[in-house]
């Protein structure tokens, strides 16, 4: 098939779907969805950690992130940004440098390494467990420090 051929493919399949559906073939554009999740309920011996890579200088900064401002009834910088979701930052967990080690404590090696792949380079892992939410509906989606990398079920 010669060039000329697939791209007038792909322009009959963006006038026959719209460019809407476009985005999705744009790795880089948002994924968000319009309708919010609804909370997930498990069993009591799995939870859902939503996992986001960032990049950060020091772990103290990449914790300030996540972390309301001392003295005041601001929430964090981490809720400001995943503004589709109410995050109890309680329930949020910051690993700067040494992410392949804390994963493998609760992940296979291949599970791990998936994982790291993702974080293509990012030095710092953001793990919001499916409580911070309180079964409140949610959406989340890359902001401008964060990249949304899925969520898993882990046992607990």
Do not use: W
Not at 50 to 63: D, M, R
Not at 68 to 83: A, C, I, N, V
Not at 107 to 133: H, K, P, V, Y
Request: glycine share 4%; proline share 6%; net charge negative.
């Amino acid at each position: 098939m010669n060039m000329n051929a697939l791209l007038n493919r792909m322009m009959r399949y963006v006038a026959r779907r719209g460019l809407r559906d476009l985005k999705k073939l744009i790795p880089s554009e948002s994924t968000r969805l319009e309708q919010p999740h609804a909370p997930v309920h498990l069993d009591a011996a799995h939870l859902q950690l939503h996992l986001f890579g960032a990049n950060f200088p020091s772990h103290s900064e990449a914790a300030a992130f996540c972390a309301p401002p001392p003295g005041s009834d601001l929430p964090s910088r981490l809720t400001q940004e995943l503004d589709g979701a109410f995050i109890d930052e309680n329930e949020v967990e910051v690993v700067h440098d040494d992410i392949q080690t804390r994963l493998l404590e609760f992940l296979s090696a291949q599970e791990a390494d998936d994982i790291m792949l993702r974080l293509a380079g990012d030095d710092t892992l953001i793990i919001i467990t499916e409580n911070a939410f309180h079964d409140l509906p949610y959406n989340l989606d890359d902001t401008e420090h964060l990249t949304y990398l899925g969520h898993i079920v882990v046992e607990v």
